[in-house]
């Protein structure tokens, strides 16, 4: 059940926010993917299914945009 929760957590507010690019929710996302994070911050264990509603939720916020930010961060190696 908690994973649950912190997944409605994570998810909740690119749902209210779709395609707006939102920077501070953009940020609150980026924490819950480790290999976003500094060297330092790294090791800090985030469950899959938090990792997973964080990505999700960044597909979300930067839907339609057409921002390669959005693509680097889901697709750090991806070609141009």
Same mark, same amino acid.
């Given at each position: 059940?908690?994973?649950?929760? $912190? $997944?409605?957590?994570?998810?909740?507010?690119?749902?209210?926010?779709?395609?707006?690019?939102?920077?501070?929710?953009? *940020?609150?996302? $980026?924490?819950?993917?480790?290999?976003?994070? =500094?060297? =330092?911050?790294?090791?800090?264990?985030?469950?899959? /299914?938090?990792?997973? /509603? /964080?990505?999700?939720?960044?597909?979300?916020?930067?839907?339609?945009?057409? *921002?390669?930010?959005?693509?680097?961060?889901?697709?750090?190696?991806?070609?141009?």
């Amino acid at each position: 059940m908690c994973q649950v929760g $912190c $997944c409605v957590v994570v998810i909740r507010p690119p749902l209210t926010r779709v395609r707006s690019m939102d920077r501070s929710v953009s *940020k609150m996302l $980026c924490l819950h993917i480790p290999s976003l994070l =500094p060297a =330092p911050f790294a090791e800090i264990e985030v469950a899959a /299914a938090s990792q997973t /509603a /964080a990505l999700i939720g960044i597909g979300l916020l930067y839907q339609g945009t057409g *921002k390669e930010s959005a693509r680097n961060l889901t697709h750090p190696t991806y070609p141009n």
